[in-house]
């Protein structure tokens, strides 16, 4: 399982907004808002859902009310869909109108939470729509619970597929909102001044979630591999590695084959381990191993199924306080907290599980912002906040004191986790790279902004500043992580022989690494911005927007100076080549690896009312904005402060680097060791120096049109062109050139093969997170049809179709990594159509509607229900067709396929039995690059849809107080998604029959009911 390292951003509660796609960033803002202080009449659904809903409705409190008006402007001021659907209105004023707009934003601002707190208010009322409550209540508020169980559910279907019955979902989601003036009875009464808006919300729930993955048959647990079969059903041989012997016959003009064999090596006689060669540890550790428990295949796999559940606890408050001088300045405080259990799922219930480790969260925020109308031209604005959040194992299942390497009788590793043992196409036992991480990560903001109208132009000035921390403690391998490849136990040379598990039996690792960790390491960094901007209304039909910004950046640094990088040229002491470990903050070195970096970003944005008519308005505009420096919670350049150790064979195929029973080897220098030699041997880390930052260039043109009966329709084309993106930590900035491949088998001689190395005393050099050599290009359309609600029905819908092609491997491993740009192709995440439709429907029975139209016990039976629900549709995504086998000696991690030519991949009738025709692709020949590209142009994953469907019963039960029952279904169809096809292709020799088929589908209806007082 793959560690992920999240992109920690500190540009926190203010994020700069693309100005040519303000109307997609509002609209998805107003979305989640309506989700968080609305009456929920979409289904809720997602791990910790609404705190993202109360995350984005705070970030909306703590941003500077700049007036993002969609001919663009920088901020993300709240707004609704009512708003945005009245955008033409808004920004084609007249002069007049423009002259009191200021004093209108103000008036605005002032009414603000009394319009959140009509907005949280449930919109009950009697059977005809009418509100039934005074609309001059002070206090509103809600309670609700919603309830799921999975004896209300059906059975996904992964599960019944895998011979499951059971699937367990217990989930109670509860809380309430109350809003009003603040009145302290004797002591304090706000005479409408002062307002007040918290809201709790808490979880509880326990969910499975389905894992099938391949493990050891039986037999194969105790050293009998007579039922090892390939991916074409063949038998698979195991070669005795202490037979290993040179081939008197071999020919070393011609490449090795299964006729000219470099060295020789016998099979175990029927193919089975003796008992008293397997390694004791190895033993040990199998009393951690579960058994098979299924058997899904082909040809034995898939044979281990598990259905456990993951447990999260999260409760989280949003709590915002108002006060009102008069009509000119108001004073608002926001905070936010929030904590919990995320307890992933474990694959084995033991302390070898390999799976994710249970973590604590949390996090706080809190922000103070003032708004003060200093004339009705002139506001000023300044906003002040402070957040954190911070992960942490869950100390209840992990002990730091246990040694469980000890108990194995292993030696020379960490304790406070299970040592990692990779096993290739098997289930790894093991605690997870990563699991033992703890960080708090903080960030500081300031901002001001003064805004004046002065005749037709509303000119803006802004200052924002921010300041981000990380502390980090992530040993990535804290007791130690053994890879077993499985080519000790094969025909040197020859493909498809030998096998993982069955070297684990011997104990024999080709690989070994630690991490040593001694402090955790703090980091910073600060980015500053002053932004000056004008709209500008030309005409009456036509405004204009024109801004220009500096942005300052200041790279990542470690308050002990405590980093390390690559220098490139200085001369490394042992070998005499270039390339040396260096310190910062030593040697006359500033405490960071690059400059800081100052970029100017322009953009500009037009709205325009063809003809003076209100009901059309188009827009455009074109922005470039850069990225910050990273923040991420790692140890990355780090070295020699804490250590990593690597240990790597000398030939894979011919010795182990350790013998499990004699432990990891002490032979590393203890941290601290600041020698420049000291990333020798190592997986080195290396910043880039210049210190270039990503930027993207966004355009948009957009049309709006207002249609007989309530319809919106917006046609919309967005561009955007990404340059120097960060493309993930997969680079090797130390590589084997391609050209060497005609070395073949020699390179699999450790010496020789790191001889041809630019760096041949570093293992691998890898850039990080950080390295800008990445671009992307994105293309999308989009369909918009929107109804405003009349005759008890609203819904909109939207499709679009994009294309988004680009070279950024998102920690991926390249094929050639001196071409990256071969990489470029259709991204691996790239939906080419998309249609969604959400709807709203009041069912029309009951007293004042068209069916029906009774009071008494009939209205109180039928009137009151809605119908509610989302649909999404979408394409998927490319296919990535990868070999089954990598025979070429180091140059490539990832080995792409080679294309046949005159084969057709696609088949005309897709389906799980053939999704694609795998004919048209072949496995490499052995120590040659695949001519296949990253992602194949014209094959897609199979796409996906889903129904989500909600029943809702208004019940007035007073004048003040109205209850709702909620029925709503997930998946409310129980439509089965299919799963991925089997992208790896194989050879003519050794083929994979499984290529291009799918196993089995997932999905499954699942149903919540709910219950919400409102007042």
């Known amino acids: 399982m793959k560690e992920v390292s999240p992109n920690i951003r500190f540009c926190s509660s203010v994020e700069k907004a693309k100005v040519v796609d ?3 960033v509002l609209e998805l803002k107003a979305h989640r808002l309506s989700q968080s202080t609305e009456t929920n009449w979409l289904p809720r659904n997602g791990f910790w859902p609404s705190f993202l809903s109360l995350a984005l409705l705070l970030i909306s409190w703590l941003c500077a009310a700049d007036g993002f008006a969609a001919v663009g402007t920088h901020s993300c001021q709240q707004t609704s869909g009512k708003a945005e659907h009245n955008s033409s209105q808004k920004e084609l004023a007249t002069a007049d109108e423009a002259g009191s707009a200021a004093q209108q934003e103000l008036e605005k601002a002032l009414q603000e939470f009394r319009v959140q707190a009509e907005r949280v208010s449930s919109t009950a009322g009697t059977a005809n729509g009418k509100s039934s409550r005074p609309k001059t209540r002070d206090y509103r508020g809600n309670l609700y619970e919603y309830l799921r169980n999975d004896a209300l559910d059906a059975l996904p279907h992964q599960v019944r597929q895998a011979s499951g019955s059971k699937s367990v979902l217990r989930r109670n989601q509860f809380g309430f909102n109350l809003t009003g003036p603040v009145r302290i009875p004797w002591l304090y009464h706000s005479r409408d001044n002062t307002f007040f808006s918290a809201t709790y919300e808490g979880t509880r729930e326990k969910i499975a979630r389905p894992y099938l993955a391949n493990i050891p048959t039986v037999p194969q647990r105790g050293g009998d591999f007579s039922d090892l079969v390939d991916n074409a059903g063949e038998p698979v041989v195991i070669y005795d590695p202490l037979t290993t012997r040179p081939n008197p016959d071999f020919n070393p003009v011609q490449p090795v084959s299964a006729t000219n064999l470099q060295y020789l090596r016998d099979p175990f006689p029927g193919n089975r381990i003796p008992l008293d060669r397997m390694d004791l540890i190895a033993m040990r550790t199998l009393s951690y191993y579960p058994q098979p428990n299924t058997n899904v295949g082909p040809f034995l796999r898939n044979n281990f199924f598990v259905n456990a559940a993951e447990t999260n606890t999260p409760n989280g408050t949003v709590w915002k306080l108002d006060h009102n001088f008069g009509t000119r300045h108001k004073l ?20 070898a599980n390999p799976g994710a480790p249970r973590r604590h969260v949390r996090s706080r925020s809190a922000s103070f912002s003032e708004t003060f109308n200093i ?16 992960l942490a194992p869950d100390m209840t299942v992990i002990d730091p004191s246990a040694d469980y390497a000890r108990d194995l009788g292993f030696s020379g590793v960490q304790r406070g986790a299970f040592p990692r043992f990779d096993l290739g196409q098997y289930v790894d036992i093991g605690s997870q790279p990563g699991s033992l991480i703890r960080y708090q990560i903080a960030s500081y903001t300031l901002s001001d902004g003064l805004s004046v109208r002065f005749r037709k132009h509303n000119l803006k000035l802004s200052f924002y500043t921010s300041r981000g921390q990380v502390h980090s403690f ?9 890879t077993f490849n499985g080519k000790l136990t094969s025909l040197p040379g020859i493909n498809n022989t030998g096998d993982p598990f069955a070297q684990f039996l011997l104990g024999l690792s080709n690989r070994a690494e630690q991490s040593i960790v001694v402090h955790p390491s703090y980091f910073r960094a600060e980015q500053y911005q002053l932004t000056a901007s004008d709209e500008y209304q030309m005409t009456p039909n036509f405004n204009a927007t024109f801004s220009l910004g500096l942005q300052i950046d200041t790279p990542r640094r470690e308050k002990y100076d405590r980093q390390s990088s690559l220098d490139l040229g200085l001369i490394n002491p042992t070998n005499s080549r270039p390339g040396a470990l260096v310190f910062a903050g030593r040697d006359g070195r500033p405490g960071t690896f690059a400059p800081s970096q100052a970029n100017w970003e322009p953009a500009i944005g037009w709205a325009w009312n063809p003809g003076g008519s209100r009901r059309t308005v188009i827009r455009g505009g074109f922005s470039l904005s850069y990225s910050t420096f990273p923040l991420y919670p790692t140890e990355f350049g780090t070295l020699g402060f804490n250590a990593s150790p690597l240990l790597v064979s000398t030939n894979d195929q011919l010795a182990p680097v350790v013998n499990l029973q004699t432990g990891f080897p002490a032979s590393f220098v203890p941290p601290p060791d600041l020698r420049p030699e000291a990333a020798n ?23 709006e049109r207002d249609l007989p009966a309530d319809f919106v329709i917006r046609l919309s084309y967005l561009g955007e062109k990404g340059v120097h993106q960060y493309t993930g930590d997969g680079i090797d900035l130390n590589p084997l050139d391609p050209v060497y491949l005609s070395f073949r088998d020699r390179l699999n001689d450790l010496a020789f093969n790191q001889s041809l190395r630019p760096y041949p005393q570093f293992r691998s050099i890898s850039p990080g997170y950080g390295y800008p050599i990445g671009s992307n290009s994105l293309h999308r359309g989009q369909l918009r049809v929107e109804k405003k609600f009349s005759h008890g029905l609203n819904f909109s819908s939207s499709y679009f179709f994009s294309k988004l092609i680009d070279d950024v491997l998102g920690g991926a491993n390249p094929q050639n990594n001196l071409d990256l740009k071969s990489e470029k192709s259709i991204s691996p995440n790239d939906v080419a159509h998309q249609f969604s439709v959400n709807y709203l429907y009041e069912l029309p029975f009951g007293e004042g509607r ?17 119908l509610s629900g989302v649909t999404s549709l979408r394409t998927g995504t490319p296919i990535v067709l990868r070999a089954l086998f990598n025979n070429t000696g180091g140059v490539t991690q990832d080995l792409r396929v080679n294309l046949v030519p005159g084969v057709d991949p696609r088949v005309e009738n897709p389906s799980a039995s053939q999704w694609f025709n795998a004919a048209a692709f072949i496995q490499p020949s052995d120590f040659t690059l695949g001519d296949g590209p990253r992602t194949h142009p014209s094959l897609r994953n199979p796409g996906f849809q889903n129904f989500d469907m909600s029943l809702t019963k208004r019940v007035p039960v007073t004048d003040e107080w109205t209850l709702e029952l909620i029925m709503e279904a997930f998946n409310a169809l129980n439509y089965g998604n299919l799963n991925l096809p089997d992208r790896m292709i194989g050879s003519v020799a050794d083929p994979n029959l499984n290529a291009g088929k799918i196993v089995g589908t997932s999905g499954g209806r699942v149903v919540q009911l709910g219950l919400r007082f409102s007042f």
């Open 681 to 703: 041997d190592l997986r080195a880390e290396y910043f880039e120096p210049e210190g270039i930052l990503p930027y993207d260039q966004n355009w948009r043109l957009e049309i």
């Open 850 to 866: 068209a069916f029906l139209n009774q009071s008494g016990w009939i209205e109180n039976l039928i009137g009151g229900w809605s």
């Open 332 to 351: 608002t405080w926001n905070g936010r907290w929030s904590s919990g259990l995320d307890g992933a799922a474990p694959i084995f219930e033991n302390a």
């Open 22 to 24: 303000s109307g997609q």
């Open 474 to 482: 992530r040993p990535r391998n804290p007791a130690g992580r053994f």
């Open 375 to 390: 004339s009705p031209t002139l506001v000023n604005q300044f906003s002040l906040s402070a957040s954190y959040s911070a």
